[in-house]
């Protein structure tokens, strides 16, 4: 009964947490792979190709390897979480800085691992998760490369609208759906945490 429980109990915030970071993941490289490739075929956007199908690669490598992690009996601790974050928050990074840094309209995906880290880890792991996410943010300020452009100031300013209502769109799911249904899971987790401990007692 106290094996079931620990097993039971690792299956906390981190590990739901990691969890919904590799479905977002797979999400990430599909979308991205598709806007690179579409920034590059359809509209003719002077991109630098090579370094940006190298991130996404990159990320494709990790996220086979922390989907064979999750499937691993060993507990996932809050630190764990947290550089599963800094190593998605880096190569998002990495993209946007070959893509006009803090002016790219997706810049603001920069605040979902703040907003899925605040529903399943401490105030500290959320505060650190900030912390790096805030710095990424300021170096994006002054380092990056220009954002392409079509060579039309009007056609720009709707290209960049339009990617800001993408980025709306993008946003409203990811907030709606995972962190509910990670929210979720953390909820039946600790439920069967608590059933299983409370028949340990009866025993």
């Known amino acids: 009964m106290s094996d079931h429980l620990h097993s039971t109990s690792s299956r906390s915030g981190p590990f739901v947490l990691a969890r919904t970071l590799a479905w977002l993941r797979l999400c990430a490289i599909a979308g991205q792979s598709v806007a690179i490739l579409s920034c590059v075929t359809l509209l003719k956007l002077d991109v630098p190709l090579l370094p940006l199908m190298i991130g996404v690669c990159v990320l494709a490598v990790f996220a086979a390897a922390a989907s064979f992690r999750l499937g691993m009996p060993w507990k996932i601790s809050e630190g764990e979480a947290i550089v599963h974050i800094a190593f998605d928050t880096l190569v998002l ?111």
């Not at 056609?155 to 799911?173: R, S, T």
């Open 93 to 203: 990074g990495y993209l946007l800085y070959f893509t006009g840094g803090a002016a790219n309209p997706f810049v603001s995906l920069l605040l979902v691992p703040i907003a899925l880290s605040a529903a399943a880890l401490s105030i500290v792991g959320v505060a650190l998760v900030s912390i790096l996410t805030g710095v990424a943010y300021v170096l994006l300020v002054p380092y990056h490369l220009p954002l392409p452009t079509l060579g039309n100031k009007s056609l720009d300013f709707d290209l960049y609208v339009a990617g800001l209502g993408v980025n709306f769109v993008i946003m409203a799911i990811l907030l709606g759906v995972f962190i509910s249904n990670l929210a979720k899971a953390i909820r039946t987790q600790q439920g069967e945490v608590q059933r299983v401990r409370e028949r340990a007692l009866r025993d």
